[in-house]
């Protein structure tokens, strides 16, 4: 089974604080890929990241920036010095190779909020 | 703005009542995928198609059904509506048939309110 895990159900920090969010997967399938969905307070979903299993190069992005982590099953992202406008629910999503379609297994999300 | 149309934004409706959501997928893709989002499930994936054809199907209710037209938009059938079906339904697109390689872009969402 597919399962993808946000232990942190909500994080508060202040403006210019760095801030890291957990994302812990669960697969059998040796190809699959992992991403970063970030939702607003206005509801859209919008596309953050995609990395492949064999990729493990960490990613850079402004002030965004994603450890892949093979050997933990973790998938984690920063936001570094971060902003008020980066308050958002941010989820972490999986789709295996050899899923039907390419269905995107969801965590729980994690609430963030950057107080300014 | 990802390019995802869907209509409506808001929709309140009564319990028994069955509704109609309509999404246009981003210019190229040819996939299509609605989920659910909800307090207590989540977002969850209901179904796919991909070029008028159903590809792959997630934890569908009976009373919800889906189709994708020859223009390539979708639209899905919400019937029987009971008060747990009220969720934001999102729609997505991928330009392939989703064999992971591709990434869903999405929607605004419709919110679905059962009274």
């Known amino acids: 089974a597919q399962k993808v895990t946000q232990a942190q159900t909500e994080i508060s920090v202040v403006e210019k604080e760095d801030v890291t969010l957990d994302c812990v997967y669960e697969t059998r399938d040796t190809t699959y890929y992992l991403f970063w969905y970030k939702q607003p307070p206005s509801g859209e979903l919008v596309f953050l990241i995609r990395?492949?299993?064999?990729?493990?190069q960490n990613e850079i992005s402004g002030r965004y920036s994603w450890n892949f982590q093979k050997s933990t099953s973790s998938f984690n992202f920063t936001i570094t010095a971060s902003q008020v406008v980066d308050s958002a629910v941010y989820f972490c999503?999986?789709?295996?190779?050899?899923?039907?379609?390419?269905?995107?297994?969801f965590g729980q999300g994690t609430e963030l909020s950057v107080k300014p | 703005d990802s390019g995802v149309t869907q209509t409506p934004k808001h929709l309140i409706t009564a319990t028994g009542q069955r509704v109609t959501l309509r999404c246009s997928p981003r210019?190229?893709?040819?996939?299509v995928y609605w989920y659910q989002q909800s307090l207590d499930q989540g977002l969850q994936f209901l179904i796919q198609y991909y070029n008028g054809e159903e590809r792959a199907k997630g934890n569908i209710l009976e009373r919800f059904s889906a189709q994708q037209f020859p223009d390539l938009h979708s639209e899905l059938n919400l019937s029987s509506l009971e008060l747990g079906d009220s969720a934001l339904y999102f729609c997505?697109?991928?330009?392939?048939?989703?064999?992971?390689?591709?990434?869903?872009?999405f929607g605004p969402g419709t919110r679905l309110t059962v009274l």
């Open positions: 997505a697109s991928s330009v392939g048939a989703g064999v992971s390689t591709d990434t869903q872009y």
């Open positions: 990395r492949n299993s064999f990729d493990e």
């Open positions: 999503a999986l789709s295996g190779v050899y899923n039907q379609g390419g269905k995107l297994i």
């Open positions: 210019s190229g893709d040819l996939s």
